[in-house]
């Protein structure tokens, strides 16, 4: 599968705990985004990188969030201190410059509950 | 007012109708629009990008209102396997690359 790639694909945390997603993006995809989507909406931007350069970060992306892409390929999102409010669909997506306007592709995402 | 604006439905069709979705933007710079595809719990996956001209893939077409910041999709002859929510999806400018996707249309489509 060459797919954008997520682990885990569920994860059940206690409030308080720190949680770490991985994301694998399409190989040779320069870019990199994180989205939150809770039910009922639709996908919500949290960050994005082009390489190994974080250039974007919504206003959602709380300090308590944190996201790299050390050599610019997999990227791995922390949330610490978690909340009940952080339970959602975190989804990653992977695009290349200067293709088709910047199609996204999305991974199968991680749902975190938060207990 | 959030940017990108959707009926939710639901909208419920029988096998073999025509369903059309309408979604609103509030900026009037931006730049690419999309509708994405989502399954119950799955990702969202691109169904067709949505140019000037307006543009057709099998039973389903897109177009596009500049001057009414609004965007189209038909569904022509629905089949079962249509159900899902359709994202409009506006690319957001002044802001890199990032996505802004409308709450979704849910549609289900009746044997």
């Known amino acids: 599968d060459t797919g954008v790639s997520q682990n885990p694909r569920h994860k059940i945390t206690k409030r308080g705990q720190n949680v770490t997603f991985r994301c694998d993006p399409i190989s040779e995809h320069n870019r990199l985004y994180w989205y939150r989507q809770t039910l009922g909406q639709g996908p919500e931007f949290l960050t994005y990188f082009q390489n190994e350069a974080q250039l974007e970060k919504s206003r959602l992306l709380s300090d308590r969030f944190s996201a790299e892409r050390p050599k610019g390929s997999f990227s791995t999102l922390e949330i610490q201190r978690t909340e009940q409010g952080d339970s959602a669909m975190y989804l990653c997506?992977?695009?290349?410059?200067?293709?088709?306007?910047?199609?996204?592709?999305f991974g199968a995402g991680t749902r975190l509950s938060v207990l | 007012r959030k940017e990108v604006e959707q009926d939710p439905g639901p909208f419920n069709v029988p096998e073999g109708a025509t369903v059309a979705f309408n979604c609103t933007y509030s900026?009037?710079?931006?730049?690419?629009f999309f509708w994405y595809r989502q399954d119950c719990r799955k990702e969202p996956k691109l169904l067709m990008s949505?140019?000037?001209s307006g543009n057709e893939d099998g039973r389903f077409t897109a177009q596009l209102n500049r001057a009414s910041q609004y965007i189209s999709l038909l569904i022509r002859d629905s089949k079962l396997s249509d159900s899902a929510t359709y994202l409009c999806?506006?690319?957001?400018?002044?802001?890199?690359?990032?996505?802004?996707f409308g709450k979704g249309t849910s549609l289900l489509v009746t044997p």
């Open positions: 900026n009037s710079a931006s730049q690419s």
């Open positions: 949505v140019y000037s």
């Open positions: 999806v506006v690319h957001k400018t002044n802001s890199g690359y990032a996505l802004n």
């Open positions: 997506a992977s695009s290349l410059t200067g293709v088709a306007k910047n199609i996204q592709y």
